[in-house]
Structure formats: structure tokens, C-alpha cells
């Protein structure tokens, strides 16, 4: 029996009904399926049926993004913690100002591609270039979202997993601080040195030297306890639910005799190591304040002062607070690079990777064997120089040794000469 003919309705579009089961009651439900065309309704019908043979929910309500993004964040908020929530918060914030409103059924790949390229060249927040983790905590987001539409039988498939990295702007490098910067930290006179000095010489994270109080601190047995963390929650620190990081973040770091004599010398004004202004666990503000601060002082001591740039243009700058502004000219340290700095000092020293990966608090070893190899590869690049060296001298000793043999014989045959001349 031939099929019959589509005929447009008054409104000009095509309607095709595609049975698809029975309602509560028993009664038979069918789904309106619309089109421009009588091709393109068809062709939707035809969809809609593969879609329900693959098991695909066809009845379920079509929801927005935002819908399935809530969904999804209630579930997150019982598995993570506070900070990675917050992240994970942030990234859906950001989606939906893009396609929140959008049904999820009709979001394409295309859909998020052309939104992480957007967000690669300029951040929503910043206006600058997002960095790779942004780009990569934006990504992992959508594709959570969409994954559970998909297990919910709402989805065939998750269009995020198509999509690709788009290149953004290389992350900012870390390094350890060289011999002359470790003298500025442990010299120069500041609220935040103690600060500095641990987390130089103990390798503890910002989020760890924040909650640190003095009961922490062994000087006897020369310990330091990490067992407690604090991670930046809409602009405030707060201590994790159980108390650290990670498992592996509750450790015993033991410091060097050089930070237990700093300490000691330490007057200590609050349970606390490092506190704000008003003697209180830092914000997010007070620290920022506190850090440029401190790279202020370090700056005008050891860059402005020790430099040419002391005198620029017939004046001297003799403050900090130069109205006219103090050119910046030493590197901004940050937390992290003494962190790293701390790294360095045990592989120079020595101790093996186990160790230092306890020292550090770091979950994997991997973490802390991609510090050494970067190291070994620094380091040993360099000792092959000692070899050039060492080969050069050795070089140098021969010609030294053939001419020293030279004058030795030269000696010799001038002594026997004079030996053997008859007297004057």
C-alpha cells in the first residue's frame, strides 16, 4: 500500500505523529513531530524512531542546560570539597551565560567548541587570554553535564566528547629561587618572612601556611604537622571539611636547623603564624595585600637599590612610595616558587624521591618524579659542563706537564753542561 501523501497544514508546516507507547493509564501516546518540509519531517520521524530503538527517553521533558547543570552540581556538592566545588560552580555560571537556556537535545558540538575558543581568547572574568587549566575545568564541566544526560537515557551521545583543546597562552613558569633570592627572603625584614621562610624551607602550600599556628611547630624535634588546610571560598579561606587537602597532605615535614633558629627568634603575638591586620585568618584580600607588600620591600632592596635604576633621569628614588611609582625589576615570586625552591633543596640534597614526595604531601609519586627528571635534566645538563671543564684542565695539565718535562730535561742538560765546562 503506497505511503500516503504529507499535506502542509494552514500554517504551512508538516506533521507527522510517531507512536511511541502508552501514557500511565494504558492509553496510547503519540509524538507530533513538525518540519518545514514534508522531507524534513519525515526524516525527523525517522529519527525519532532510531532514537527509541536505541532506548533513548523520547518522553522525557526536554530540558534546558541550566536544568541538567543544577542537577549536576547537586551531585558534585557531595563528592568534593569546597574549593573544587567552587571551581566547578564558576565554570557552570559560566556556561549558562552562554547556553543556559538552550534545550539540551539541540546542543551540538559546535555549541561548545565555539564557546571554548571564545573563552581561550578572552576570559569572562579577566578579559585577558583563560589559561589551560581554566579551559581544561570549563571542558571537564560541560562533558559532566551532558554525560548525564546521556545515563539518563535523555541523550544518544555527548557532543562535548568531540571537542578539541583550543591552543591558549602558555602557563606562567615556575622555577625555584636562585642563592642570591633565597639570601633576600631569609634578610630582609617583613610580616610576611616567617611566611616566606616556611614555606621555603618546609615546602608548605599557601592553603597550608595560612591555618598554621604555632602549636604546629616542634622546634625540640625540629617538625613541622601539616594537618590542616584552608582553600579560598568567594574571596574568604576556610578550613576543609577534613581539615587537609588530601590524606597524603597530613605529614611531618622536617625542617632545617636554618628556619628552627629563624623561629625561634620569632616573637609570637597569636596562635596563628601568619594572620591579617587584625590578627585573624587571612582573606583573600589581606594576603594579596600582604604579598605585594612584601614584593614591594624585596623589589626596592634588592632591584631599585642595587641597580642603575636608583638614579634614572637625573633623580633617585629613596622610597618605596615614590609617588611617581618604583619600577618593578626583580622576578614576583610567588608562593609556589618557594614551594618549588623546596623541592630543589631536597633533590640537591639528596634525599630520594619517597622521601621528598612525603616531605611535599604530594598524592602521586609521579608528581614528584616529574620534579626530578625536570631537575636531573637541569642539573646534569650542567655537570656535563664540569666535564668540558674538567677535560679542558686536563688538557691544559698535559701542555703544562710537557713543558714542565721540557724545562726539567732543559735543566738537567744546562746543569751537566755547566758541570762538564772547563773553570774559566
Known amino acids: 500500500m503506497p505511503r500516503r501523501k ?33 522531507k524534513e519531517v519525515e526524516e525527523k520521524a525517522q529519527q525519532l524512531k532510531v532514537a527509541m530503538h536505541k532506548g533513548i527517553d523520547v518522553n522525557a521533558k526536554m530540558d534546558t542546560f541550566e536544568d541538567w547543570a543544577e542537577k549536576w552540581l547537586k551531585i558534585k556538592k557531595s563528592e568534593v570539597k569546597g574549593g573544587q566545588y567552587a571551581a566547578y560552580k564558576a565554570a557552570v555560571d559560566s556556561w549558562n551565560t552562554r547556553i543556559g537556556n538552550a534545550e539540551i537535545s539541540k546542543l551540538r558540538t559546535i555549541d561548545f567548541q565555539d564557546a571554548l575558543i571564545d573563552l581561550a581568547e578572552k576570559n569572562d572574568n579577566t578579559g585577558k587570554p583563560s589559561s589551560k587549566k581554566t579551559l581544561l575545568n570549563r571542558r571537564i564541566t560541560a562533558a559532566g553535564i551532558m554525560q548525564l544526560a546521556v545515563d539518563n537515557r535523555v541523550l544518544e551521545y555527548n557532543p562535548v566528547a568531540a ?3 583550543p591552543k591558549t597562552k602558555l602557563p606562567r613558569k615556575r622555577r625555584a629561587l636562585l642563592e642570591h633570592e633565597q639570601k633576600w627572603i631569609c634578610d630582609l625584614e617583613h610580616d610576611a618572612r616567617p611566611a616566606a621562610m616556611i614555606m621555603m624551607y618546609a615546602g608548605l602550600r599557601r592553603g597550608e601556611m595560612i591555618p598554621l599556628t604555632w602549636d604546629d611547630i616542634d622546634l625540640a624535634k625540629g617538625i613541622i604537622s601539616v594537618n590542616k588546610s584552608a582553600e579560598c571560598v568567594r574571596g574568604k579561606f576556610v578550613l576543609h571539611q577534613d ?9 611531618e615535614v622536617h625542617i632545617p636547623k636554618r628556619l628552627v633558629d629563624f623561629l625561634k627568634g620569632e616573637t609570637r603575638s597569636g596562635a596563628l603564624v601568619t594572620t591579617s591586620k587584625k590578627g585573624t585568618l587571612h582573606t583573600e584580600s589581606s594576603w594579596i595585600r600582604l604579598w605585594e607588600s612584601y614584593l614591594a620591600d624585596l623589589n626596592f632592596e634588592y632591584g631599585v637599590k642595587e641597580s642603575e635604576l ?41 634525599v630520594d624521591v619517597l622521601t621528598a614526595m612525603k616531605q611535599l604531601g604530594h598524592t602521586d609519586v609521579k608528581t614528584t618524579l616529574s620534579i626530578y627528571t625536570h631537575l636531573d635534566k637541569v642539573y646534569k645538563a650542567k655537570s656535563m659542563t664540569k666535564l668540558d671543564t674538567y677535560l679542558e684542565d686536563q688538557e691544559k695539565d698535559e701542555d703544562d706537564a710537557e713543558m714542565d718535562g721540557f724545562l726539567e730535561n732543559t735543566s738537567q742538560i744546562l746543569v751537566i753542561e755547566d758541570y762538564e765546562m772547563p773553570d774559566a
Open 6 to 38: 504529507l499535506k502542509p497544514r494552514a500554517d504551512g508546516r508538516y506533521q507527522i505523529n510517531v507512536y511511541v507507547g502508552r501514557d500511565d493509564t494504558g492509553k496510547q501516546f503519540y509524538k507530533t513531530i513538525y518540519g518545514s518540509t514534508a
Open 163 to 165: 571537542t578539541r583543546m
Open 243 to 251: 581539615s587537609a587537602k588530601t590524606a597524603e597532605s597530613i605529614r
Open 310 to 350: 636608583r638614579k634614572e633621569n637625573g633623580r633617585e628614588y629613596t622610597s618605596k612610595f615614590d609617588p611617581d611609582g618604583v619600577p618593578f625589576v626583580i622576578p614576583r615570586i610567588t608562593p609556589h616558587w618557594l614551594r618549588h625552591t623546596f623541592a630543589t633543596l631536597l633533590y640537591l640534597s639528596g
